[in-house]
Nanobody, 121 residues
Framework: QVQLVESGGGLVQAGGSLRLSCAASGRILSIGSMGWYRQAPGKKRELVAA???????NYADSVKGRFTISKDNAKNTVYLQMNSLQPEDTAVYYCNAEIRVRMWSNPYYYWGQGTQVTVSS
C-alpha cells in the first residue's frame, strides 16, 4: 500500500512564504513524475507545478517566478517552495505521484490527502 503524506500548509499573510512537503511511503518500486495541484472553493483542481523523473519542471503561469518545485529521491519526497504568496493562492494543495509498485505493472497516480494554504490580505 502506498501513501502520500503532505505537510507544511497553514495561514500566512500576503507576501509571505510557505514550504510544502509530500513524502511517499509503502511498497514503492519506482517513482516517475511528482506534482502539486490545488483546488480553491468552487473551482476545479488545477496543476500548480510538476517535476519529472529527469528533474524537468513545469509550472502554472500564475505561479511562475514565485513557486519552486524540487524533490529528494532518497527520501521519496517532493517539495513546493511558495514565495510572494497572494490571497488568490488560497486553496487545498494536493500532492500527486506516478508510482510503480510491481515490476511488470503500469504505474498508478496516487494522491495525498491535501493540505490547506490560506493567504490573508
Amino acid at each position: 500500500q502506498v501513501q502520500l503524506v503532505e505537510s507544511g500548509g497553514g495561514l500566512v499573510q500576503a507576501g509571505g512564504s510557505l514550504r510544502l512537503s509530500c513524502a511517499a511511503s509503502g511498497r514503492i518500486l519506482s517513482i516517475g513524475s511528482m506534482g502539486w495541484y490545488r483546488q480553491a472553493p468552487g473551482k476545479k483542481r488545477e496543476l500548480v507545478a510538476a517535476i519529472s523523473s529527469a528533474d524537468s519542471t513545469n509550472y502554472a503561469d500564475s505561479v511562475k517566478g514565485r513557486f519552486t518545485i524540487s524533490k529528494d529521491n532518497a527520501k521519496n519526497t517532493v517539495y513546493l517552495q511558495m514565495n510572494s504568496l497572494q490571497p488568490e493562492d488560497t486553496a487545498v494543495y494536493y500532492c500527486n505521484a506516478e508510482i510503480r509498485v510491481r515490476m511488470w505493472s503500469n504505474p498508478y497516480y496516487y494522491w495525498g490527502q491535501g493540505t490547506q494554504v490560506t493567504v490573508s490580505s
